[in-house]
């Protein structure tokens, strides 16, 4: 009995040390098992949930599969390698179950829904990778506003405001203005005196601003009926563009018209407030038809230096047909030949009498895009003769020795003009009688604007004096929200731009390839690469940093509004019927990830405390950090890149004390670990753009980027890592935005990378396994020389996409580019001989020969055998037809230099003696 | 004395030019905004900065070497433009020396002290100075003729006063006063006397404003603008009396048979006024500039705003302008004090030779 009782003692005692075993096996430092596998899991679940709904049913089905037997897998793992190894076996059965887009494509000409829905999964892949940065707050405010005007809504439009102007009310006197005749103008302030109204030649949005009070355009909004949105009505036209050219029925053209009121026919005139006997005479004179075409010229003719009309030359959303020809045409002044050929035009239609301009764009737009680009630029109709009058210098601004001021040189077709500008004091508005809603919309009659540059110092000064009654409106500073938020003359208003943490989370791989010496990005010098931190490049240790930001409690504090949005809410995803994009489902669903089981705004202490053990198990099973002691913890550190100096102040202590209090909990890493977050600050506000963001120098960095808030899906691309996409202004690193298998993208059954996806819903895309290709790919083999002393060399031309691609080859110039410095603006070039061999499937192969004359001679430059100088090369010109369409005179350029010839012993000793 | 007035203003000059030329050159030196945006905001920006002449624009074939020789010769190039059929924009900083040469050519061959880029663009700087200078100078002679009076009229009693009650509150007062920079006092009074009781304006009437409001928009600026020089009066006075006061002439004034008051106007006030009056005559003198942060703080369009404002702006060629006031102005004070001694008291005779 004894021996059996011992027996099974023995047998129990050796399951309960087998069992002890197999708890221990387990290398998971700071999760238990259960935890961790859950938690990869649902990452699982994760890429299942962003793809699921665009899949086929076979597909669809497949990817379940794939999933289930991934999360098996992940279950049955024992180790933390294991289960990471599980993972990406699972993720590699994923992307394998669905196929990528492969083709040409276009998603642009897509219902407004359809391309929003295209939008949200962009959103969505870019929150999951980061891309976004981590959205803090929205710049929106608690504003107070005098009671003694009637706002034309008391809820705030996103993107109209509350219709004070248009649609309000002023109801009694401002106490404090001595002058009776302004007491119920709309009294706001300027921190500064712009010094001129000349919006077109402005760079900030100040001028622009106060312009707008003057200015009127083709359409304009005004608030609809039930005062929830907006509509676009005409405004100095008389109705909604007409497409010319929409041959397709798509809804979209190239050409456009609309009908224009103008003084003859519609009784409209200048205003102006200007006593000047000379200007007196354009006071009530009718807007003629040449008027509306002068207004254009005058922003885009060059000698006229226009900042606006460079820019208007040099887009490429809303190009408008000869607008750039037109611009490089005018260095010397207008061009009427080269106006000609530009796409804006104000006629009279001999068929049905009426008065039209036409707009004729480089690509296919919307009609609501057509209305939108259409008055660009602060453009608005003026009469040449009156600018010849005021001189282009002077127009909308002071004359030299200032006996002109802008109420002199400005006319205004607007709601409001000119009254009085006395400089470093006020700007006075007062309401345009002859304003086409004159009669119906903008009852307020005027408008006071104080110079007042004491709030540009003093955050406080502007709220101080409306509260003394001296403005209609001030935003409540941090210090007075407390005892003004509930007020009831206090307003809040949505923002336009987005506050972000911007995420350097390269490896470090991925930053030498991006900006390592050969960088693609920007190549910096060894002495000078970031010290990459192995914790931002894990997307749990990201994640556990955005769940640790108490964004709700930081907006409060400051008076903003909280956000884990990428886009502000001014962002439009149906622009003509003012719906926000933030207001979507699309959206909704591409941010939910984030929102899961949080604040309401990305908090949650406690998912934060997981993510950061997940995030350190995982760290430390790669061998990326060796734990420390209680009493000597492992240092992490990281930086935050900060704008103005006085965001130390204002946000660094905030931030930082919510993530260290997350991360160095004793309930994390058992004091193993301890996070520091250190700070940088510029001299200027830009330089954490362009020293910090633009150059990966930093690991977390503050800072917002804004866009066409009409236009969404077209500002998505300073997501992309592609400079030629985002315009060399991505701000994220970390993930390569054309790769399809980074994190899956499925549109319509497809795999797609993000810029693949983005140009396809832009403009058109070849997809080659997924990623977006260019037409075709150019490689030059150098030349090597020949016994004749004649060299040869070869371009090697292949189309991605053969079947709608034909390429003609027809120069070949030998250049040589130093020449070029030194004589009369043009290199020397001369054409070569060449021949064309078509290899197949689209390739071409261009050999070329260069006479041997030629190449002595190009060898050396202007220089001689013995001091050899300059640079020679190859352009290859040709013909691209793509799709139908055809793009003649392309370039591509190479740089390739001979031997220079042995010098001849008397050339040497006379290069000697000289 | 006609050869050492003729060295005073000619040292005054040149030290003008040297604070000048080191303020052209050291804000030249500061480094290039850019505005944030893609390359169609970058090309605009730097077209206009082309057309204002701060900049040189190439047209280059992108990194061909020619580009490394132009890095060389201006320094690594501010922005490059897209490239288009083989060639794109370099844009370059105009080195600082060639602006330089370029401004004082035109100021001494032109008088042209240049124009404003973007606080007043096209308006020449000269003007600008000129349509506010006189904001800054009726401020300050209001100032002058309030403080000059109350500080002698304080000094001379706290000196009659001497070692009562009545000198010892008024030297406390004026050392406690004396330390009160006077944007801290103006945010005091403004605090008080416009936002809580409302009697006076919070900022600089409007040219438009009634004449009793203007009137109202004096009383802040000008008695914080005074409150030191008041200050500085009164204790400089009280020192100078009390010393004349003691002297062995007084006393034999006295014995002479002369009452106090005859004493003290006759004698003691004349010459404690010696070293007083010159810096009177200095401050006159300093009515022609403004008070920076005062004026700024205040809303006041006088040329002390504007220094602040130009810097603000960039506005370099306004810049230049003021400087050069403020500069003249302050050395032009110097001499005039120091030549003012001579006429004062006939005993100091400057740069006379033994």
Redesign the interface.
């Known amino acids: 009995m004894k021996k059996l009782l011992a027996i099974v003692l023995a047998l129990v005692m050796a399951l309960g040390m087998f069992s002890a075993f197999a708890e221990t096996a387990w290398d998971g430092a700071y999760m238990d098992e259960d935890d961790f596998k859950a938690y990869i899991a649902y990452d699982l679940d994760v890429v299942f949930d962003s793809i699921s709904e665009q899949l086929g049913e076979e597909n669809l089905a497949k990817v379940e599969a794939a999933v289930e037997e991934g999360k098996a897998a992940i279950d049955a793992a024992t180790t933390v390698a294991e289960v990471e190894a599980a993972y990406d076996a699972a993720y590699a059965a994923i992307l394998a179950c669905v196929p990528t887009a492969d083709g040409l494509y276009t998603y642009k000409k897509l219902e407004d829904s359809e391309r929003t829905n295209i939008l949200g999964i962009l959103e969505r892949y870019a929150v999951t990778t980061s891309i976004t940065g981590m959205s803090l707050y929205e710049n929106g405010a608690y504003q107070m506003i005098n009671p003694r005007i009637t706002l034309g809504t008391e809820n705030y439009i996103t993107g109209y405001g509350f219709g004070t102007l248009p649609e309000g009310a002023i109801t009694e006197d401002l106490e404090y203005e001595?002058?009776p005749d302004w007491a119920r103008y709309y009294h706001i302030m300027e921190t500064?005196?712009p010094?001129?109204l000349?919006a077109p030649?402005d760079?900030g949005s100040q001028v622009g601003d106060m312009y707008s009070y003057m200015q009127a355009t083709f359409f304009g909004t005004f608030m609809n009926e039930t005062k929830d949105g907006y509509d676009w009505v005409p405004e100095l036209a008389k109705t909604k563009p007409e497409a010319v050219n929409d041959e397709d029925g798509d809804g979209m053209a190239t050409t456009w018209r609309w009908e224009i009121r103008t003084g003859e026919d519609d009784g409209l005139v200048y205003t102006t407030g200007s006593e000047l006997e000379s200007r007196q005479a354009f006071n009530g004179r009718p807007v003629a038809l040449e008027d509306y075409e002068f207004g254009f010229k005058l922003i885009l003719t060059q000698a006229n230096?226009f900042?606006?009309g460079?820019?208007f030359a040099?887009?490429?959303t809303g190009a408008v047909v000869g607008a750039k020809d037109y611009y490089n045409a005018t260095e010397n002044g207008y061009n009427d030949e080269a106006w000609e050929k530009v796409g804006l035009k104000a006629y009279k239609d001999e068929a049905d009498g009426k008065n039209y301009f036409e707009i004729t764009f480089t690509e296919e737009q919307t009609r609501f895009y057509a209305m939108y680009y259409g008055q660009m630029y602060f453009y608005q109709p003026i009469p040449q003769e009156f600018v010849e009058l005021v001189t282009v210098?002077?127009y909308l601004?002071?004359?030299?020795?200032?006996t002109e001021s802008p109420v002199d040189n400005a006319l205004s077709v607007g709601p409001y003009y000119l009254e009085?500008w006395?400089?470093?004091?006020?700007v006075v508005y007062k309401k345009n009688p002859n304003y086409v809603f004159a009669d119906t919309k903008y009852s307020i009659p005027g408008i006071h604007d104080?110079?007042?540059?004491?709030a540009?110092?003093d955050k406080t000064a502007t709220f101080?004096?409306f509260?003394?009654g001296?403005f209609d409106t001030a935003r409540i500073p941090d210090e007075y929200l407390n005892e003004y938020r509930n007020d009831p003359r206090t307003h809040t208003t949505k923002g336009n731009s987005v506050f972000k943490l911007n995420i350097n989370a390269c490896d470090a791989e991925t930053w030498e390839y991006m900006f390592g010496t050969d960088g693609v990005v920007k190549q910096t010098a060894k002495e000078d690469y970031w010290d990459i931190k192995p914790c931002m490049g894990n997307h749990h240790f990201v994640q556990a940093l955005s769940y640790s930001i108490n964004r709700s409690d930081l907006a409060v504090a400051k008076g903003r509004v909280p956000s884990v949005n990428y886009l502000s809410s001014n962002y439009m995803s149906d622009p003509e019927n003012g719906m926000s994009y933030d207001a979507t489902e699309a959206h909704e669903k591409a941010v939910a990830g984030l929102l899961e089981d949080t604040d309401g705004y990305g908090y949650s202490l406690e998912l934060a405390r997981d993510y950061f053990r997940l995030a350190l198990t995982e760290l430390e099973a790669e061998g990326a950090y060796t734990p420390g002691t209680a009493e000597e913890p492992t240092e992490i550190h990281f930086e935050i890149a900060w704008m103005y100096p006085t965001d130390e102040e204002d946000y660094h202590n905030q931030i930082k004390n919510y993530i260290e209090t997350a991360f160095n909990d004793e309930s994390v890493s058992g004091g193993a670990y301890k996070l520091v977050i250190d700070y940088w600050v510029g001299?200027?506000w830009?330089d954490v753009?362009?020293n910090k963001l633009m150059l990966g120098q930093y690991d977390l960095g503050f800072g917002s980027?804004s866009g066409n808030s009409l236009d969404p899906i077209g500002f998505v691309s300073v997501l992309s890592s592609d400079q030629d996409i985002?315009?060399?202004?991505t701000l994220n690193w970390g993930v390569d935005t054309n790769d399809p298998d980074a994190y899956p993208i499925v549109y319509n059954d497809l795999r797609w990378s993000f810029d693949a996806l983005y140009n396809a819903v832009n403009s058109q895309v070849i997809a080659s396994k997924g990623q977006n290709k260019p037409q075709l790919t150019i490689e030059y083999t150098p030349i090597v020389k020949n016994e004749d002393g004649t060299y040869t060399g070869s371009f090697t031309v292949a189309s991605t996409l053969p079947d709608i691609t034909s390429i003609e080859v027809f120069d070949i110039e030998c250049c040589n580019?130093?020449r070029?410095?030194n004589g009369d603006g043009n290199?020397d070039e001369a054409p070569v001989e060449f021949e064309v061999e078509a290899k197949g499937e689209g390739l071409l192969y261009v050999t070329f020969t260069v006479p041997a004359e030629l190449a002595e001679d190009y060898a050396t430059g202007s220089g001689t055998s013995a001091e050899p100088a300059?640079?020679t090369?190859f352009?290859l010109y040709y013909n691209l037809t793509f799709n139908g369409s055809t793009s003649n005179g392309l370039?591509y350029?190479v740089?390739d230099n001979f031997e220079v010839p042995e010098v001849a012993e008397a050339e040497a000793t006379e290069a000697a003696a000289e | 004395m006609g050869k050492y007035v003729l060295k005073r203003i000619l040292l005054a000059f040149f030290t003008t030019v040297i604070i000048l030329s080191l303020t052209f050159i050291l804000v030249k030196l500061l480094?290039f905004?850019?505005?944030?945006?893609?390359?169609?905001?970058q090309?605009?920006?730097f077209?206009?900065q082309y057309?204002l002449g701060y900049v040189y624009r190439f047209k280059?074939?992108k990194?061909?070497?020619?580009v490394e020789e132009y890095n060389a010769k201006y320094g690594e190039y501010l922005y490059r433009s897209p490239v288009e059929?083989?060639s794109c924009f370099y844009y370059y900083k105009v080195p600082v020396m060639e602006q330089y040469v370029s401004w004082v050519k035109n100021v001494v061959t032109k008088w042209d002290w240049g124009?404003?880029k973007?606080?007043?663009?096209?308006?020449?700087a000269s003007?600008?100075i000129m349509?506010?200078i006189w904001y800054s100078m009726r401020l300050n002679i209001i100032s002058v003729i309030f403080s000059v009076p109350l500080g002698l009229l304080l000094g001379i009693w706290a000196a009659l006063k001497k070692n009562t009650l009545t000198d010892h509150t008024i030297s406390t007062m004026v050392m406690i006063f004396i330390s009160v920079p006077s944007f801290v006092l103006i945010c005091f009074v403004l605090r008080i006397f416009?936002?809580d009781l409302?009697w006076l304006p919070?900022?600089?009437?409007?040219?438009?404003?009634?004449t009793w409001?203007k009137i109202k928009g004096y009383i802040i600026p000008v008695f914080c603008l005074s409150f030191s020089s008041v200050c500085y009066y009164c204790r400089y006075t009280r020192a100078e009396l009390c010393e004349v006061m003691e002297s062995d002439y007084l006393l034999l004034a006295r014995t002479k048979g002369l009452t106090r008051r005859q004493a003290i106007v006759r004698h003691a006030l004349k010459n404690a006024m010696v070293p007083i009056f010159p810096s009177i005559l200095g401050e006159f003198i300093g009515i022609l500039g403004g008070s920076m942060i005062l004026e700024?703080?205040?809303?006041i369009?006088g040329i002390g705003?504007l220094f602040i404002?130009s810097l603000?702006?960039k506005d370099y060629d306004i810049l230049f302008v003021d400087m050069a006031i403020f500069t003249t102005i302050s050395l032009l004070a110097g001499v005039v004090v120091d030549l003012s001694y001579g006429f004062i008291d006939p005993r100091i005779r400057m740069g006379a030779k033994k």
Do not use: C, M
Not at chain 1, 397 to 402: I, S
Not at chain 1, 422 to 426: E, F, I, Y
Not at chain 1, 450 to 454: D, E, L, N, R, S
Not at chain 1, 726 to 729: I, V
């Open positions: 001595t002058n500064s005196d010094g001129t000349n030649n760079q230096q900042y606006r460079s820019e040099t887009t490429k210098k002077n601004g002071f004359n030299e020795d200032t009085r006395d400089s470093d004091q006020q104080k110079i007042f540059p004491a540009a110092s101080t004096e509260l003394a001296h001299n200027t830009s753009y362009y980027i985002s315009g060399s202004f580019y130093e070029y410095y290199y300059g640079d090369g352009d370039y350029s740089t | 480094p905004d850019r505005p944030i945006g893609g390359d169609q905001q090309i605009a920006y077209d206009k057309n280059l074939v990194d061909a070497p020619v059929r083989g124009y404003s973007s606080f007043q663009p096209n308006v020449a003007v600008i349509n506010r416009a936002y409302g919070s900022t600089w009437p409007a040219d438009t404003a009634t409001t700024n703080l205040y809303g369009p705003k404002l603000n702006y």
